[in-house]
């Protein structure tokens, strides 16, 4: 089965264009199986049945991993299948039955405008460091672009004089404009630290860690834990934290959810949805409160 898990990815990877994220998580869903089956003494693709398949998604769902999760399983599961039965490496689709649990939709946790302000003052000192962290964000919060996308920014990405950045993945690129405040930022951490802070100098690398290389998601992660405490925030945040306060802050000020969905990146507006249902809760909230017969 290894086998024909390494030829799904790369073809995932030559073919469709995925990205290196999407990539890792076929692979560590698939390898999963993998070790599954091996347990029960299968190892060739073609012995696999759908009864097999229904019993991992039992064994998923009895050792208490998240509906999210196992939806996501079983997508790989069924993306893997279709991959081997048109190169013709099976004669049944042992996938096409298994169903994935239903998801509960939760509402994404959102920083008030107070909070916000709070976490963007935290590193306000002069060192390089927090002269990055600051810039880093700033551009989050403005921009609403995915931690990934933040992390793997070239300097030839940010248009300065125009106050844009250009966000590319494998099929599209959106161009994604940013405030004063986080013109500013960028500016000082362009002028003042981040030269001192990379490690080759010639390096295209927006924002460096403290090494010199390309800041890791698990670098930033811990930077965003580091301010929130910091400012005081007692919400669990994380970087998406930031990116869902965006959408949400802008519908609630009035932009429209198709330009919301595109700065995003978002494919289906359905999901961009989800912050102007935010808002109407926020607006019901506001009405029982401030109404005389709420």
């Given at each position: 089965m290894e086998k024909e898990i390494t030829a799904f990815i790369s073809y995932m990877h030559d073919v469709k264009k995925t990205s290196d994220n999407t990539e890792m998580s076929y692979k560590r869903d698939l390898e999963k199986l993998k070790h599954f089956l091996a347990g029960k003494g299968i190892s060739n693709v073609a012995s696999i049945t759908s009864e097999d398949l229904d019993s991992y998604v039992k064994y998923l769902n009895d050792n208490n991993f998240a509906?999210?999760?196992?939806?996501?399983?079983?997508?790989?599961?069924?993306?893997?299948?279709?991959?081997?039965?048109?190169?013709?490496?099976?004669?049944?689709?042992?996938?096409e039955k298994i169903k994935s649990p239903k998801i509960e939709k939760k509402m994404p946790e959102i920083l008030s405008p107070d909070e916000v302000v709070r976490l963007l003052e935290q590193p306000g000192g002069n060192s390089s460091k927090e002269i990055r962290d600051k810039a880093m964000l700033e551009l989050l919060y403005a921009t609403g672009i995915r931690v990934t996308e933040l992390i793997t920014l070239k300097k030839t990405d940010v248009n300065m004089k125009m106050g844009f950045l250009v966000c590319k993945d494998a099929n599209k690129e959106r161009i994604i404009p940013f405030g004063n405040a986080a013109k500013a930022a960028l500016a000082r951490?362009?002028?003042?630290?981040?030269?001192?802070?990379?490690?080759?100098?010639?390096?295209?690398?927006?924002?460096?860690?403290?090494?010199?290389?390309?800041?890791?998601?698990?670098?930033?992660?811990?930077?965003?834990?580091?301010?929130?405490n910091k400012a005081d925030i007692k919400a669990d945040i994380t970087p998406q934290t930031l990116r869902h306060s965006?959408?949400?802050?802008?519908?609630?000020?009035?932009?429209d959810l198709k330009s919301v969905q595109e700065m995003l990146g978002h494919s289906d507006i359905s999901t961009t949805q989800i912050y102007a249902n935010l808002n109407y809760n926020h607006i019901k909230d506001v009405y029982a409160k401030a109404h005389p017969r709420g």
């Open positions: 509906a999210a999760t196992i939806s996501r399983n079983v997508a790989s599961i069924k993306a893997f299948y279709h991959f081997l039965m048109q190169e013709g490496i099976v004669s049944e689709d042992a996938a951490y362009l002028d003042d630290a981040r030269e001192s802070m990379l490690g080759d100098k010639s390096s295209d690398i927006l924002f460096a860690n403290c090494s010199g290389k390309p800041m890791s998601r698990q670098g930033f992660w811990k930077l965003i834990k580091f301010y929130a965006f959408a949400a802050h802008l519908v609630e000020n009035g932009a």
